[in-house]
């Protein structure tokens, strides 16, 4: 694996699985691919677990780590070609990656969709600038269009927890007093439509997501209608993808947070959620603190889906 940014990237899902459940029974049992390799994780956003279980992961297959948070302690980067650098950004991300490809062998990169310019968004314009003038393995710690270490995190999540072999996983909008992107759904959408589920998403009209994610998923405008027999519940807000509402808020309709309301026709369904989550927008507290919830499993995951990552791509470096 050379880069990391969407679920075509793991190849077959099956053996990565496989892997995924080898190292979470031995952590370190692949300490030596990491040694002397320095692991550079570079966040444009906040975050909480993809920081910790990045870092984690990296120390468990003996990597030197080091973070950089570009909002706080480096220089303001200017990500556009062509601009007159007359304002606060005093360096280039064109000169930052590879000054900082220099002093490390894999990078991660976290660098959310801006929600102003949807082509610059969609044509992941950050990631890929860094895949292309780094000459480093890049893997995504959350991009503008996709989460691909959550989603792996919620397939291995779903493959240990599911009671049916084919179990039905329903992805629903719900919502959320901030514009967020589609990165966190349209990742989910695209590992469930490659794992052996019956998947559906449910949404208020107006948030259909970008047809590449949706695929052959069922879309179900009615939020009780598709929770019926659901065995997997995995909610999150977005903001609208259709034009020209791009990146806007168009519903903060309070009926969609998941409550007993809607679990309760569902067959006992596990509730899910990448974290942090708004409760009582999003979730009730009784839901998400019932023993059916999985939020602290994902988010305990994420340091496996990360290590498979990591060590494959530090095993391409061999
Ligand atoms: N789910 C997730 O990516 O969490 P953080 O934003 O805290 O990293």
Same mark, same amino acid.
């Given at each position: 694996?050379?880069?990391?940014?969407?679920?075509?990237?793991?190849?077959?899902?099956?053996?990565?699985?496989?892997?995924?459940?080898?190292?979470?029974?031995?952590?370190?049992?692949?300490?030596?691919?990491? *040694?002397?390799?320095?692991?550079? +994780?570079?966040? =444009?956003?906040?975050?909480?677990?993809?920081?910790?279980?990045?870092?984690?992961?990296? @120390?468990?297959?003996? @990597?030197?780590? +080091?973070?950089?948070?570009?909002?706080?302690?480096?220089?303001?980067?200017?990500?556009?070609?062509?601009?007159? @650098?007359?304002?606060?950004?005093?360096?280039?991300?064109? !000169?930052?990656?590879?000054? @900082? $490809?220099?002093? &490390?062998?894999?990078?991660?990169?976290? $660098? =959310?969709?801006?929600? %102003?310019?949807?082509?610059?968004?969609?044509?992941?314009?950050?990631?890929?600038?860094?895949?292309?003038?780094?000459?480093?393995?890049? =893997?995504? +710690?959350?991009?503008?269009?996709?989460?691909?270490?959550? $989603?792996?995190?919620?397939?291995?999540?779903?493959? !240990?927890?599911?009671?049916?072999?084919?179990?039905?996983? %329903?992805?629903?909008? $719900?919502?959320?007093?901030?514009?967020?992107?589609?990165?966190?759904?349209?990742?989910?959408?695209?590992?469930?439509? !490659?794992?052996?589920? !019956?998947?559906?998403?449910?949404? #208020?009209?107006?948030?259909?997501?970008?047809?590449? =994610?949706?695929?052959?998923?069922?879309? *179900?405008?009615?939020?009780?209608?598709?929770? *019926?027999?659901?065995?997997?519940?995995?909610?999150?807000?977005?903001?609208?993808?259709?034009?020209?509402?791009?990146?806007?808020?168009?519903?903060?309709?309070?009926?969609?947070?998941?409550?007993?309301?809607?679990?309760?026709?569902?067959?006992?369904?596990?509730?899910?959620? &990448?974290? #942090?989550?708004?409760?009582? +927008?999003? %979730?009730?507290?009784?839901?998400?603190?019932?023993?059916?919830?999985?939020?602290?499993?994902?988010?305990?995951?994420?340091?496996?889906?990360?290590?498979?990552?990591?060590?494959?791509?530090?095993?391409?470096?061999?």
């Amino acid at each position: 694996m050379k880069t990391y940014t969407n679920v075509k990237d793991l190849g077959s899902i099956t053996e990565a699985l496989k892997e995924a459940f080898e190292i979470k029974k031995n952590r370190f049992a692949h300490k030596y691919l990491g *040694e002397n390799k320095t692991l550079l +994780m570079v966040f =444009f956003n906040s975050s909480l677990r993809t920081r910790l279980s990045t870092q984690k992961a990296g @120390m468990n297959l003996g @990597m030197n780590t +080091m973070v950089l948070d570009i909002q706080s302690g480096a220089w303001k980067l200017e990500t556009e070609r062509g601009v007159v @650098m007359d304002g606060d950004k005093p360096e280039h991300i064109l !000169e930052a990656i590879p000054v @900082m $490809a220099s002093y &490390c062998d894999i990078i991660g990169v976290r $660098a =959310f969709a801006g929600l %102003v310019d949807k082509a610059f968004d969609y044509q992941e314009t950050i990631i890929n600038q860094f895949i292309a003038y780094s000459g480093k393995p890049v =893997f995504s +710690m959350e991009a503008a269009t996709g989460h691909p270490l959550q $989603a792996f995190a919620d397939l291995i999540t779903i493959e !240990e927890y599911k009671k049916t072999a084919r179990p039905k996983v %329903v992805l629903t909008w $719900a919502p959320h007093p901030k514009a967020l992107p589609q990165a966190v759904p349209n990742s989910f959408a695209d590992f469930m439509n !490659e794992a052996d589920v !019956e998947f559906v998403i449910t949404h #208020p009209e107006g948030y259909e997501l970008a047809p590449q =994610f949706v695929r052959n998923a069922g879309v *179900e405008y009615d939020q009780i209608k598709a929770f *019926e027999g659901a065995d997997f519940i995995y909610a999150k807000n977005w903001s609208a993808y259709q034009d020209p509402h791009y990146g806007t808020i168009l519903s903060t309709d309070r009926s969609w947070t998941v409550s007993d309301r809607q679990m309760a026709v569902t067959h006992e369904a596990h509730f899910m959620h &990448c974290l #942090p989550v708004r409760r009582n +927008m999003i %979730v009730s507290d009784s839901v998400i603190e019932n023993a059916q919830s999985l939020v602290i499993q994902q988010a305990a995951n994420r340091e496996i889906s990360a290590q498979v990552v990591i060590k494959r791509l530090l095993e391409n470096t061999l």
